[in-house]
């Protein structure tokens, strides 16, 4: 009972770098988000998408792209990572059709140095 | 544009008692849903709660209760006879309902509030 699974859990990078988080959910759910937490300001949409093939804009999407391939695949990309994206980054799919509840994963924690 | 307001940062308790952890929102929407989380020290987000606009009658979950107040937008949350197991961050958040729903997962978070409770 996995739900859903973010990796990697911890990463350092230096400013420039790019790296990809995903994120892996089993419950067959449409919707799937990424979201970034920051001390002191509750947590802010990044990208979210309603299905395989699209993407959206949420609040805070500049400097990210995310793609959807596949519906349990959720990634989100940083292609010149840069130090105010130093942040905890969670992904959450929808439960749409029964609860309306958000399922969230467990975090990855992004430093950039 | 939609807003969350947590005016506590931080609560401070001593077990047993109870706490009440404020909630006021803005939204231009007649649909909307509201939510509670929690964020224990171990970091993930673990769902509490989910009220729907139309929806006012009051929610008790054990130790936990929900007031949700439409005149003034506000909808709060009590935890009666707190235990050192309840500290965390807490979050209220609000999202709209969208074309055909398509918002539900679209949340607007509050800045949250450190619930402390002491031995």
């Known amino acids: 009972n996995a739900g859903v699974t973010q990796t990697p859990k911890f990463r350092v990078l230096k400013t420039g770098q790019s790296m990809t988080l995903l994120c892996a959910q089993d419950?067959?759910?449409?919707?799937m988000y990424w979201y970034r937490q920051d001390p002191g300001m509750g947590l802010r949409l990044i990208h979210y998408?309603?299905?395989?093939?699209?993407?959206a804009k949420g609040e805070v999407p500049d400097g990210y792209n995310v793609s959807r391939l596949k519906k349990q695949n959720f990634l989100l990309g940083l292609e010149s990572a840069a130090p105010s994206q130093t942040s905890v980054y969670f992904c959450?799919?929808?439960?749409?059709?029964?609860?309306?509840?958000?399922?969230f994963g467990e975090g990855s924690r992004l430093t950039v140095l | 544009a939609q807003k969350v307001t947590q005016a506590q940062t931080e609560i401070s308790v001593v077990e047993k008692e109870d706490v009440t952890l404020d909630c006021v929102y803005e939204?231009?929407?007649?649909?909307?849903?509201l939510f509670w989380y929690k964020q224990p020290p171990s970091g993930e987000l673990v769902f509490l709660i989910r009220r729907n606009s139309f929806d006012e009658q009051n929610e008790i979950s054990g130790r936990y209760s929900w007031n949700f107040q439409k005149s003034t937008s506000s909808f709060n949350f009590t935890i009666t006879a707190s235990q050192v197991v309840d500290s965390a961050v807490y979050f209220c958040a609000l999202s709209d309902y969208g074309a055909g729903g398509t918002s539900y997962g679209k949340l607007t978070f509050g800045q949250g509030t450190i619930l402390t409770v002491h031995p």
């Open positions: 419950m067959n759910h449409e919707y």
């Open positions: 959450a799919s929808l439960d749409r059709a029964n609860t309306g509840e958000l399922f």
């Open positions: 939204t231009r929407d007649t649909t909307y849903y």
């Open positions: 998408s309603v299905g395989e093939g699209t993407t």
